[in-house]
């Protein structure tokens, strides 16, 4: 059984920090093709921020680059998402997911959630002065 759990959600004033973690267990950093954080708003479609293939390579939503780094730490089966200056409009509930290497869905993009079929439960991210 795949579960993804996140923290280090909160509330930060404009230009703050956070850094989010997922821990991933019942399957290794081996086991996947790429992990990635999304992040879903109010009333608007769930967005890819940031996504790591199994090779390390990365990839960025234009909104975050620069801001926001993704990173992780095999060791710990551990996703973690660095973010700097913060702004209001980046409010959101954050998603950990990943997508398995068995799994047999179109890989659309890295950044696309119909990508992706393990999913964690979310931590809010509030930007507010």
């Known amino acids: 059984q795949v579960q993804l759990v996140e923290s280090g959600g909160g509330s930060v004033q404009p230009g703050g920090s956070l850094r989010l973690s997922c821990v991933a267990s019942?399957?290794?950093?081996?086991?996947?093709?790429?992990m990635c954080w999304f992040r879903q708003a109010p009333g608007k479609q769930r967005q890819g921020v940031a996504s790591?293939?199994?090779?390390?390579?990365?990839r960025y939503a234009e909104s975050v680059k620069g801001r926001f780094t993704i990173s992780q730490d095999n060791a710990k089966n551990t996703l973690y998402l660095q973010m700097n200056s913060l702004k209001t409009e980046d409010t959101a509930m954050y998603y950990c997911a990943a997508r398995g290497r068995r799994y047999s869905g179109t890989l659309y993009s890295s950044l696309t959630p119909a990508s992706f079929n393990y999913w964690g439960q979310g931590t809010q991210v509030t930007v507010s002065s």
């Open positions: 019942g399957y290794t950093s081996s086991s996947y093709y790429y």
């Open positions: 790591i293939g199994s090779d390390g390579s990365t």
